[in-house]
Nanobody
């Protein structure tokens, strides 16, 4: 069973930074892509960023230029560096890995941006 564990969430002031980690129980290059999604209270889960097996990176318009996704294959870990955080970035952040139509989610990590 594939397991994904997110970490790095917390409380940060507007304009601050956080770096999230998603550690996968298998070689991340076994998957088509690993992505970050987020879900704010009362809202649907939204796409944030992804990196595919070939290294192609995609960002949501709302985070482009502020967030950076990266990976460390030796650690089976995908990161999300979040800079210039805004109150509207407050959400539970989830990591997802997929192979074609099959996908696996982590348990999520809370990010709260507030002064």
């Amino acid at each position: 069973q594939v397991q994904l564990v997110e970490s790095g969430g917390g409380l940060v002031q507007p304009g601050g930074s956080l770096k999230l980690s998603c550690t996968v129980s298998e070689n991340i290059f076994n998957f088509n892509a690993v992505a970050w999604h987020r879900q704010a209270p009362g809202r649907e889960r939204d796409f944030v960023a992804s990196i595919n097996v070939g290294g192609k990176i995609t960002y949501a318009d709302s985070v482009r230029g502020r967030f950076t996704i990266s990976r460390d294959g030796a650690r089976n870990t995908v990161y999300l560096q979040m800079n210039s955080l805004k109150a509207e970035d407050t959400a539970v952040y989830y990591c997802k890995a997929n192979i074609l139509s099959r996908h696996w989610w982590g348990q999520g990590t809370q990010v709260t941006v507030a002064s």
